[in-house]
Every structure is written in C-alpha cells, then in structure tokens.
Antibody, heavy 119, light 107 residues
Framework: QVTLTESAPVLVKPTETLTLTCAVS??????????LSWIRQPPGKALEWLAH???????SYSPSLRSRLTVSKDTSKSQVVLTMTNMDPVDTATYYC???????????WGRGTVVTVSS | QSVLTQPPSASGTPGQRVTISCSGG????????VYWYQQFPGAAPKLLIY???QRPSGVPDRFSGSKSGTSASLAISGLRSEDEADYYC????????FGGGTKLTVL
C-alpha cells in the first residue's frame, strides 16, 4: 500500500524558514516513472502547485515562488523535504505532498499538514 | 487568480446530469491532458479523471471527462448526494496549474 505522510502541523513566525517532510512508503523515490510534488491550499481557497522532484533528482518550481523554495530527497530514508524561506501570513495553508505517476496524475496524496504563519 | 477558470459553484438534483467546465489556453489545456480531482471538506484531493477522459480503477463510470480546444469538462451523470464536493481541474503549462475549483451542491 502506497502512503505519503507529511510532518506535523507547525506554527512559524513571519520571515522564518519552513521545513516540511514527506515520508513515503510502498514505493521507491528512485522509481523511474514516479515523482513527488508539494501542493498547498490556503483556507477556503484553491490548490496551488509548489514544487516537484523527479526520480533522477531533477527539480521544478512554481515560477512565482522559485526564489523561496528548495525541494530535496533522501532516497535511503524515503523522504522528500521542502523548505520555504521568508514565510509570510499569506503562506498559511494546508501543505500536501502528492505522488506523480506515469500518467502524470497525482494518484496518491498525503493527508496534508497545516502550516500557520503568525507572530 | 488561477490559470484555469472554473465556475465557483454548480448544483443539481439527485439523478440529474451535471457538467463542470474548465477553461484555459493554447499553452495549457490546448496542448496537454486534463486531470480532475475531487475533494471533500477536510480531506485531501482524490484523482477522479486522468489523461482527459480516463478513470482510475474504483471511480464510477458516472464520472466522465472530455476536452475541446482550450476547454475541458467533467460530467457527472446520475447525480448522488455523495457527489457533493469540490472539483478541481488541472493540467500542465510548463508547470502544473490548477483551476479555482467548483463547489458542487446536490439539492
């Protein structure tokens, strides 16, 4: 069974750096047709794609957030990490990790983790 | 503001057929597959349609997807109360882009 589990909910202060982890089980991060994305959803708003890491370690970022985002993976630990710098209250959202399959579909999602940015 | 445009709301009565539209452009919907996700309150999205008109196993055939030019549609036939949810379209445009979501109400 494939599962994705985001790290625990977190409260960060404005200007701080956010670090989120997605623990993967049931498939390998080195599988050639699989990749993993981070997607967020502010309260009551739409989904927003943030970043993606491919099996070959190639990365892709949202153009509007590129300067603030870094995604990396540790295949041996089956984990993907997202860091976002200079957090702002508008970054308050539920952050999801989701697997991208060979059909380019997000076929498996984590339950999401709530990130609150407040002083 | 989302790259893909969806109506904010849609509604229907049980048994009806409802269609949700998703409008984009030549660089996204016009040249890529479309995906649809269903999301219940407090839950993660779930894949409903992939590659424009394909259903993952377990998704009822009441759900169908289509595309024409730079617009796509999700159709739900035989509407049921449990279909009440938010629906998002998505595609690629040098990155993943989502629609603004449509809240479906079953009256």
């Amino acid at each position: 069974q494939v599962t994705l589990t985001e790290s625990a909910p977190v409260l960060v202060k404005p200007t701080e750096t956010l670090t989120l982890t997605c623990a993967v089980s049931g498939f390998s991060l080195s599988h050639p047709t699989m990749g993993l994305s981070w997607i967020r959803q502010p309260p009551g708003k739409a989904l927003e794609w943030l970043a993606h890491i491919f099996s070959n370690d190639e990365k892709s970022y949202s153009p509007s957030l590129r300067s603030r985002l870094t995604v990396s993976k540790d295949t041996s630990k089956s984990q993907v990490v997202l860091t976002m710098t200079n957090m702002d209250p508008v970054d308050t959202a539920t952050y999801y990790c989701a697997r991208l399959d060979s059909n380019d579909a997000f076929d498996v999602w984590g339950r999401g983790t709530v990130v609150t940015v407040s002083s | 503001q989302s790259v893909l445009t969806q109506p904010p709301s849609a509604s229907g009565t049980p048994g009806q057929r409802v269609t949700i539209s998703c409008s984009g452009g030549s660089s996204n919907i016009g040249s890529n597959y479309v995906y649809w996700y269903q999301q219940f309150p407090g839950a993660a999205p779930k894949l409903l349609i992939y590659k424009t008109d394909q259903r993952p196993s377990g998704v009822p055939d009441r759900f169908s997807g289509s595309k024409s030019g730079t617009s796509a549609s999700l159709a739900i036939s035989g509407l049921r109360s449990e279909d009440e949810a938010d629906y998002y379209c998505a595609t690629w445009d040098d990155r993943v882009v989502f629609g603004g979501g449509t809240k479906l109400t079953v009256l």
